[in-house]
């Protein structure tokens, strides 16, 4: 797999939340036509992904939010522009042409991404498998929601591809890098003498944005690069 059907592959939003924080996940099972309520930040960036699928539009009323879709992911982000949050209600029309009602409750607050899966639908197909579909900005005004992928690719080129994972213990951080809005930091995962799956939910804190892992499976005592994207 190359580094770019890597990237659009693992490049994701933690969505599963740790065992203190676990009566607030956002983590959703739908069937087709079917409805969700969650929660959505008015201080912060909201990022809405589908497991399975795409989502090609938002239809909503009257709105006090922003919204984008980042073109390379499918994925949605929100930002609060208005003045008085109140619940609010849409739908997300995906790419398969399947219809999520929902209901936006504000927080004033960084809650966590929202991952929903549509029941009964196969994985997301991937038929333009190339480095070219990457890199599409999602278009916030000031930048604070720039293209996640854009962010992570550059970050890689610049400290991770072709070079050797230094050793250390689970989580070092290696290197820091600040933008607009963001801040990326190259960090290593370790295994044991079990070998382990890296998963996102392991480095997932509130206000990470994006996480990257190189390689999510490890033999016994491997490492490998990853980069986590916060908002900053």
């Not at 929903?116 to 604070?144: H, L, M, R, W, Y």
Request: glycine share 10%; charged share 25%.
């Amino acid at each position: 797999m190359n580094f770019y059907k890597c990237l659009k592959t693992l490049i994701a939003i933690v969505v599963i939340l740790t065992s203190s924080m676990a009566s607030a996940g956002q983590t959703y099972a739908v069937m087709p036509d079917g409805e969700i309520t969650f929660d959505v930040s008015i201080t912060g960036i909201t990022r809405v992904s589908f497991t399975n699928d795409r989502i090609r539009r938002v239809v909503h009323g009257e709105t006090d939010f922003e919204m984008t879709n980042d073109e390379a992911t499918g994925d949605l982000f929100m930002r609060f522009v208005g003045v008085d949050p109140r619940n609010e209600t849409g739908y997300f029309v995906t790419e398969r042409g399947i219809t999520i009602g929902y209901t936006l409750l504000p927080k004033e607050e960084a809650v966590p991404p929202v991952l929903i899966t549509i029941n009964g639908v196969d994985e997301e197909p991937d038929p333009q498998d190339n480095a070219g579909d990457f890199g599409a900005s999602v278009g916030f005004s000031d930048n604070v929601a720039a293209s996640m992928a854009d962010i992570v690719r550059v970050i890689a080129a610049e400290h991770v591809l072709g070079r050797a994972v230094p050793s250390g213990r689970d989580g070092r951080r290696i290197h820091n890098k600040k933008g607009d809005g963001w801040i990326a930091e190259v960090r290593i995962a370790v295994a044991g003498p079990d070998g382990r799956l890296v998963r996102e939910q392991d480095f997932y804190r509130p206000g990470v944005l994006a996480i990257w892992i190189a390689q999510s499976q490890l033999g016994p005592n491997e490492r490998t690069w990853l980069i986590v994207v916060k908002g900053n």
